[in-house]
């Protein structure tokens, strides 16, 4: 293809991204306030961390007593609303623009190079959710801390903006610090990283991963700071022993001399033969001759008669 045919190309796959983004996006924003599928709506789900916070300490703004934020502005709801639609649409149309992306990509790989960024791109979604899942459950113990700090004193009205964004973001963030096992895993499949280096700096990474958790998490409370970082630990050990079994695996496929200088010769044995074991070696004797293989012997010529009164016969003889 030529570069035009590239460009073309591209185009096109971005404009059915962005429709399905649209389509996400619409389906989001219905799904906020009305149920789908009989589940439960996107705001009920997004307000359950801060609905199961004890009565006393949060501030109660409605006539029949329901669970609910406070809006401080004309159009924060409306634009809110929007927002976490989007949000929920960028989900929703995953499937689409991911494999726009793999069809555009795909044709410039070779067949283990497709099979490589198959593999890193499914794993990269299972962690992000998982890290979103994680997140998900530690908001409410994060809350609990910080709205009952000071419960004696004061009642907590969060307003919907600065809810939505501490949750949002702290949804974000646990997914992307999920993504860090996999990059480990992926340097040292390119040689970047061995497994005897980051064996010899893990207690260095443990600490840094906490000194990471500490100021990367809204609102800096310890349950979550504590909950990423002994996450991000596991699968940082994981992804450590990854590197271990990766290494064995391509030192036994690796020959010795690989390893060897340009200038240096490799050896004339093999690497588990000892050359001073082997006895002495034995003179060579003389080789039998063989005949011809499948070969008829040869017939002998038939004899002529001699006539003395035949001249040609003489003749034959001399």
Known sequence: MTLVEHIKELRRRLIISLIA????????VIWFEHSVFGLPTLGYLLREPYCRLPDEVRADFSADGSCRLLATGPFEMFGLRFKVGGLA??????PVWLSQLWLFITPGLHKNERRSTAIFVTVAVVLFVLGALLAYWVISFGLEFLLTFASESSTTALNGKLYFSFLIGLLLIFGVSFEVPLIIGMLNIIGVVTYEQLKDKRRIIIFFIFCFAAPITPGQE???MVSLAIALTLLVEMSIQFCRFNDRRRDRQRPEWADLDDDEASPLYSPGADPQSSGPVRGSGPVASSGPLNTPPERPAPRQRFDSHD???FDDVL
């Open 21 to 28: 983004l649209a389509v996400g996006t619409v389906l989001g």
């Open 89 to 94: 649409g960028l989900v929703f149309a995953s």
């Open 222 to 224: 310890p349950m979550s």
């Open 311 to 313: 001249s040609s016969g």
